[in-house]
């Protein structure tokens, strides 16, 4: 008689289809993780949640149910969770999940009832942004999000170091589990085609966009024919202004034919664009385990990128790639020189972490840990 497959269900913002909502790196982690589980014979749902409208279909033996925000006058910042929870209770009486995933970012299982199979996912909340770039929390987020928390029957996290500052954040003693994010390891080549620094993932300040212009300035000064390419979401400010439109402010406009802007890219584009790269940048001030750095890792390729708490538990300063503080920009252009300036040196960082990742983010490796997690905490 065969293990009985399990019945997961993804609750989430966010997922990467053409028909939903743009995704990000929350998105992305649970495509990678769905698939891998369908892989080793388990059922996937994932509800999206606050779409431009309700549907559903299956893609790739993942069934998707998006739900939209309803008309209701008093949809606010309360009442969505509520309407999410009561959705999701309906799925469960009728599909009997033995897990429901739901991530810490805006405590989307504030409401749900205590009887639900609930695992919540560290992937870092809204708090925990604000904590890392040292602002005050909003009081209704950092409200829903430790609540959320509380009624969790257990906590995962991407990373060490999003659990011990989540738990700093909320003043929360909870036991949890760390299983990192996986990441495909097919389907990337190298084909160096220019002598370029790459950026890719969402164009907003706390992953250190707005960081690279005073970068790249000073590595372009030392080296004439280096390029800067960027690929991914663009965001509006507080100001009002994108964070895109911002970058080109600050970068000196004799520098601005050097830069090329790529814009959101299907998966199998940006492999493409990542195999034609030199080295990947990523300056970021918050992270939980980021996934654009283990899709570099994953390509194969030199990494220069910021040296705060998660970074430690991905790369190995001087080991495997070159990392500084993001707003060291005087080191973090060295970095990238020594790394345009040795060949044998990219060769050798990016076999480095591209065999730690063949090693440690697998998706069957994590997924099997998933899937272990699931059997020990869900629905019994």
């Not at 738990?167 to 996986?182: G, S, W």
């Not at 970058?247 to 584009?269: N, T, V």
């Not at 990542?274 to 030199?302: D, N, R, T, Y």
């Not at 070159?322 to 060769?347: G, N, Q, V, W, Y």
């Amino acid at each position: 008689m065969g293990i009985k497959p399990l019945h997961i269900c993804f609750v989430s913002p966010e997922f990467p289809d053409q028909r939903l909502l743009p995704a990000a790196g929350i998105g992305f982690s649970i495509l990678n993780l769905a698939k891998a589980l369908i892989e080793q014979d388990h059922k996937v749902t994932v509800v999206v949640y606050r779409q431009q409208k309700s549907t559903e279909f299956t893609e790739n033996d993942i069934r998707i149910i998006a739900l939209s925000a309803t008309n209701n006058p008093f949809y606010s910042r309360f009442y969505w969770r509520v309407d999410l929870a009561r959705r999701v209770e309906m799925l469960h009486k009728i599909e009997s999940f033995d897990v429901i995933e739901v991530p810490d970012y805006e405590g989307s299982a504030a409401f749900f009832k205590l009887h639900l199979p609930i695992i919540v996912k560290l992937h870092g909340s809204l708090s925990y942004f604000d904590f890392l770039l040292k602002r005050k929390p909003k009081f209704t987020y950092y409200f829903f999000e430790k609540r959320a928390l509380q009624r969790a029957k257990f906590v995962t996290s991407v990373s060490h170091f999003a659990a011990k500052i989540t738990k700093e954040v909320f003043n929360l003693d909870f036991n949890h589990k760390v299983v990192f994010n996986a990441v495909a390891i097919d389907g990337y080549q190298q084909s160096e085609s220019a002598l370029a620094i790459l950026y890719f993932g969402s164009l907003i300040e706390k992953k250190g966009f707005l960081e690279l212009p005073a970068i790249f300035e000073r590595i372009a000064q030392e080296h004439p024919h280096v390029e800067f390419w960027f690929a991914g979401k663009d965001f509006i400010t507080g100001s009002g202004k994108s964070t895109k439109a911002s970058f080109f402010e600050l970068l000196q406009p004799k520098f601005h034919h050097r830069i090329k802007d790529f814009g959101m890219l299907p998966a199998p584009e940006l492999k493409q664009l990542l195999a034609q790269a030199s080295v990947c940048i990523f300056p970021s001030f918050a992270e939980a385990l980021p996934m654009a750095w283990l899709e570099a890792m994953a390509a194969g390729k030199a990494i220069a990128a910021s040296n705060i708490g998660w970074a430690e538990e991905l790369l190995t300063h001087r080991e495997n790639a070159l990392l500084c503080h993001p707003t060291d920009h005087d080191t973090f252009a060295k970095h990238i020189l020594d790394l345009l300036e040795s060949p044998e040196l990219r060769k050798s960082y990016g076999s480095k972490v591209q065999q730690l990742v063949h090693e440690k983010f697998t998706l069957e490796k994590i997924a099997k840990l998933h899937i272990d997690l699931y059997k020990q905490f869900g629905k019994h």
